[in-house]
């Protein structure tokens, strides 16, 4: 019955942009907070960014700051990722995920309500 769909990843030059989108089947994700997850193969899964219920609070890792932002649009169901100045090191899968708590998300804890979806490929390549 819930399930997150990621899409707007694709291949793209160092220093390009892309902006991912995370939309929801059968629930309102403003009553979430969001976070988006990555990973390359091989490597582990990586935090990215996170959002408040209340666009009060984001966090960003170290590796995405003043490149990455995240917002949403609740008329529109959806969270997106913008990133900027991509880096072959942005490589990945992106996945978003659902918590109760913003904390939850920051902290990487026990606390994900979705299950990894597909997930939406990113591919930063000259």
């Known amino acids: 019955q819930v399930q997150l769909v990621e899409s707007g990843g694709g291949l793209v030059q160092p220093g390009g942009s892309l902006r991912l989108s995370c939309s929801a089947s059968?629930?309102?994700?403003?009553?979430?907070?969001i976070g988006w997850f990555r990973q390359a193969p091989g490597k582990e899964r990586e935090g990215v960014s996170c959002i408040s219920r209340g666009d009060q609070n984001t966090y960003y890792a170290h590796s995405v700051k003043g490149r990455f932002t995240i917002s949403r649009d609740n008329a529109k169901n959806t969270v997106y990722l913008q990133m900027n100045s991509l880096k072959p090191e942005d490589t990945g899968l992106y996945y978003c995920?659902?918590?109760?708590?913003?904390?939850?998300?920051?902290?990487?804890?026990?606390?994900?309500?979705?299950?990894w979806g597909q997930g939406t490929l990113v591919t930063v390549s000259s």
């Open positions: 059968g629930l309102p994700l403003g009553y979430y907070a």
């Open positions: 995920t659902r918590y109760s708590l913003f904390n939850q998300c920051v902290s990487g804890s026990s606390g994900a309500l979705d299950a």
